[in-house]
Antibody, heavy 120, light 106 residues
Framework: EVQLVESGGDLVQPGRSLRLSCAAS????????MSWVRQVPGKGLEWVST????????YYADSVKGRFSISRDNAKNSLYLQMNSLRPEDTALYYC?????????????WGKGTTVTVSS | DIQMTQSPSSLSASVGDRVTITCRAS??????LAWFQQKPGKAPKSLIY???TLQSGVPSKFSGSGSGTDFTLTIGSLQPDDFATYYC?????????FGGGTKVEI
């Protein structure tokens, strides 16, 4: 069974850093692009970042560019999101999602999410 | 950036009804469109990709159509389990963008 389990969410103060992790299982992690998507409670979905299977290509939403960094360790079947200079507007549930065979940017499997709260 | 506009933002329907949700892209995206279903407190679930291809395991009462800028998701014979929020998403180019969602209520 394909499974994605996010962790690392926490309550942090504005300006601080946080690192999210996503543990993948049930598929050949190293050949698929992976993404992060976030959702403010009660609001819609916002794409955050995508990384190619070999880490050569990374993409970011303008709202996080320069502050967040996506990475992966294919040997550990893990995806990461390093979040620096956090702002209150980064408060959200962060989902990890797997890219599909047909297109890396189509996210066919999602984790359950981890909650990040940025507040003083 | 490609803007995705969904309509309506919410709709009320009854069990057994057929409903249609529309999604419009601000520029042509060929058929690079996906639909997701999200229930309260749950992660999004993929329903359709390439505008009209059903994700494995998704019942055939869900169907999608469209190409270019205009797309539709149709749910035939609504059942209690179908009441949820539905999102479209374009994956034609970065930044990836989602529609604002359509909440289907009883």
């Amino acid at each position: 069974e394909v499974q994605l389990v996010e962790s690392g969410g926490d309550l942090v103060q504005p300006g601080r850093s946080l690192r999210l992790s996503c543990a993948a299982s049930g598929f050949n992690f190293g050949v698929y692009a992976m993404s992060w998507v976030r959702q403010v409670p009660g609001k819609g979905l916002e794409w955050v970042s995508t990384i190619s299977w070999n880490s050569l290509r990374t993409y970011y939403a303008d709202s996080v560019k320069g502050r967040f960094s996506i990475s992966r360790d294919n040997a550990k079947n893990s995806l990461y999101l390093q979040m620096n200079s956090l702002r209150p507007e980064d408060t959200a549930l962060y989902y990890c999602a797997k890219g599909a065979d047909i297109a890396e940017a189509y996210m066919d499997v999602w984790g359950k999410g981890t909650t990040v709260t940025v507040s003083s | 950036d490609i803007q995705m506009t969904q309509s309506p933002s919410s709709l009320s329907a009854s069990v057994g009804d057929r409903v249609t949700i529309t999604c419009r892209a601000s520029q042509g995206i060929r058929n690079s469109l996906a639909w997701f279903q999200q229930k309260p407190g749950k992660a999004p679930k993929s329903l359709i990709y390439a505008a009209s291809t059903l994700q494995s395991g998704v019942p055939s009462k869900f169907s999608g159509s469209g190409s270019g800028t205009d797309f539709t998701l149709t749910i035939g014979s609504l059942q209690p389990d179908d009441f949820a929020t539905y999102y479209c998403q374009q994956y034609s180019s970065y930044p990836l963008t989602f529609g604002g969602g359509t909440k289907v209520e009883i």
